[in-house]
């Protein structure tokens, strides 16, 4: 089983930055982790993902504005949200997939590990 806690949300205005954390449990092979994101009214979205070998991946809405890492020595991924704009509020969902057959994705059933989130308000 693998727990996963968020933190780092809040409200920034329009152009600000923002740091996600996740804080991971240790000794649980995790083939893959992402970052997720669900406003209101609006289907959650897969914005960002590592794998084990370091590869990452984004969604278009992000890409060049977000940053996935993650630092195995602290078992915590992280999400560096750059240039905030309006539409990013959502709540920020933490995710990881132990199944090492399943290629790298921003697909949420992809996944099989939750966080309970984290919101993050942009203001204009």
């Known amino acids: 089983q693998v727990q996963l806690v968020e933190s780092g949300g809040g409200s920034v205005q329009a152009g600000g930055s923002l740091r996600l954390s996740c804080a991971t449990s240790k000794y649980t092979y995790k083939k893959k982790m992402g970052w997720f994101r669900q406003a209101p009214g609006k289907e959650r979205e897969g914005i960002a993902a590592?794998?084990?070998?370091?590869?990452?991946i984004y969604a278009d809405s992000v890409k060049g504005r977000f940053t996935i890492s993650q630092d195995n020595a602290k078992n915590t991924l992280y999400l560096q949200m750059n240039s905030l704009k309006p539409e990013d509020t959502a709540m920020y969902y933490c995710?990881?997939?132990?199944?090492?057959?399943?290629?790298?994705?921003?697909?949420?059933?992809?996944?099989?590990?939750w966080g309970q989130g984290t919101q993050v308000t942009v203001s204009s």
């Open positions: 590592i794998d084990s070998d370091g590869t990452t």
């Open positions: 995710a990881a997939d132990s199944r090492w057959w399943l290629l790298i994705s921003i697909s949420w059933d992809d996944y099989n590990y």
